[in-house]
């Protein structure tokens, strides 16, 4: 509980960074060939930046929080009081596995609670990283990871936690919340879906197909936030096709299997659940696959259709999928008739066509003309909502999220007069005192008494 303690394990979670950079590094190359200088920025920067934001905020996140009072209550202390669930589960994935288990620890131990932290079982040479190298940093009494697969987490959950944090799909995250209900466990579930981009006719093009290059082919397209499908018209499909194929080459060469920019497919099974999505539509672009490397080229698929394969499931891999629509009010149809997503994009010239889908659809997060900054931001608090996610994080939201906020009154002993008017026997008179000393009004009304 003491903000010592705390500010002593979080700057040991910095030297854990600092330290093992190169582990770290070289384990998510081994995992999944992720590239060099893209591990460094989303495994350790954005760590980096989440832990200094914490550090340099939580004196004041930690104050008592002083409250409005009411008539009756004016000589009273009346505040809330930041304290630390207890006991807190987080079980991250494997797509970023120092990232998404390291963001919520911080702000875990911030709130002043104890962790039992689960990396995925899927990246074996990162968690045996953070199995062994973690615990040298933090205290073990309050500070524990466990590893586990499938079974050995089943078996966690039936543990009571005070919180569980988890990030991963929304059909694990039914899970979870079905183990958590059983102890009215509260939960956080960082979950994902099919984040949809709708491009308009008024756009630069060129510009577009970067930033939709960039985010959706970034660690092999295995990013929960990045755009799934794009939404445009005919005329925008056929000037978008040269474009994304030049930007791609730009980032990854004529032979994106040759850069050293390109990240691989995770493991067998994701490889062969993304092969089977490639029936759908045309390919316009890529295409090419490589089992034994779990390669899959970035590819870009034209004129899919609603019912095709890659239009059921979130993609979590380096394709593509280009829907064609008539209008932005067919767009928004669209988007609205599915679940709601995680993120949605738009692109466009007119700030009204922008602001237009931003307010006629509901997202976890949005985000206009680029892709996936907005997460770079600690101000902006990351999560999903509906069928995307429960709860959110990031910068001071995740001190929230892992903080009870306890609602306190202080009295004064005396003045016992004070509270005459509450107490029976009632008359009109004290009635009419009483409703006028507790009654909220609107603002510019008054009362006669």
């Known amino acids: 509980r003491p903000m010592e303690y705390r500010v002593a394990q979080l700057e040991a979670l910095g030297r854990f960074l600092d330290e093992k950079k190169q582990d770290i590094l070289e384990a998510t190359a081994l995992d999944m060939r992720k590239v060099r200088g893209w591990a460094y920025f989303s495994e350790i920067l954005l760590c980096k930046n989440e832990l200094n934001d914490t550090l340099n905020n939580l004196s004041h996140w930690m104050k008592d929080e002083h409250m409005e009072k009411n008539l009756v209550t004016q000589l009273d202390s009346v505040f809330i009081r930041k304290d630390p669930y207890g006991v807190v589960l987080i079980i991250a994935p494997w797509n970023y596995p120092i990232h ?83 102890h009215l466990t509260p939960v956080t579930l960082e979950l994902g879906g099919k984040n949809p981009c709708y491009v308009s006719d008024n756009c630069e093009v060129q510009n577009v197909a970067r930033r939709v290059a960039w985010g959706r082919f970034f660690n092999a397209g295995q990013t929960c936030m990045a755009p799934d499908y794009i939404l445009c018209s005919v005329e925008m499909q056929e000037k978008l096709m040269p474009a994304l194929r030049e930007a791609i080459t730009e980032f990854y060469g004529s032979n994106p299997q040759e850069s050293p920019d390109f990240a691989r497919i995770v493991g067998d099974k994701q490889f ?85 889908v931003l307010e006629r659809t509901s997202s976890g997060s949005f985000c206009g003309n680029d892709t996936l900054m907005h997460v770079t931001l600690t101000s902006l608090p990351f999560g999903g909502i509906g069928n995307s996610g429960l709860g959110k994080y990031h910068g001071k939201s995740t001190f929230d999220t892992f903080t009870h906020h306890r609602s306190c009154l202080h009295r004064n002993m005396g003045l016992e007069t004070i509270n005459a008017l509450r107490y029976p026997p009632y008359s009109q008179q004290k009635l009419g005192l009483l409703t006028a000393t507790f009654e909220i009004k609107r603002k510019g009304m008054c009362t006669l008494l």
């Open 100 to 182: 998404l288990f390291l963001v919520p620890l911080i702000g875990a131990i911030a709130a002043g609670n104890c962790v039992i932290v689960k990396p995925s079982e899927t990246t074996k040479n990162t968690e045996r990283l953070v199995a062994e190298a973690l615990p040298c940093y933090l205290d073990n009494d309050c500070f524990a990871v466990v590893t586990a697969g499938v079974e050995e987490t089943t078996k966690l959950l039936e543990n009571k936690f005070d919180y569980i944090f988890f990030t991963g799909s929304p059909s694990v995250g039914r899970i979870i919340m079905t183990a958590a209900a059983k």
């Open 272 to 356: 062969r659940r993304i092969r089977t999505l490639l029936s759908s539509g045309r390919v316009a672009i890529g295409g090419q696959m490589d089992e034994q490397e779990r390669y899959i080229a970035p590819t870009v698929l034209a004129d899919v259709q609603p019912s095709d394969p890659a239009m059921q499931e979130e993609i979590f891999g380096p394709i593509l999928p280009i829907v064609v629509v008539a209008s932005m009010d067919e767009a928004i149809d669209f988007i609205n008739a599915r679940e709601r997503p995680l993120a949605l994009y738009v692109f466009s010239c007119d700030s009204k066509v922008v602001k237009e």
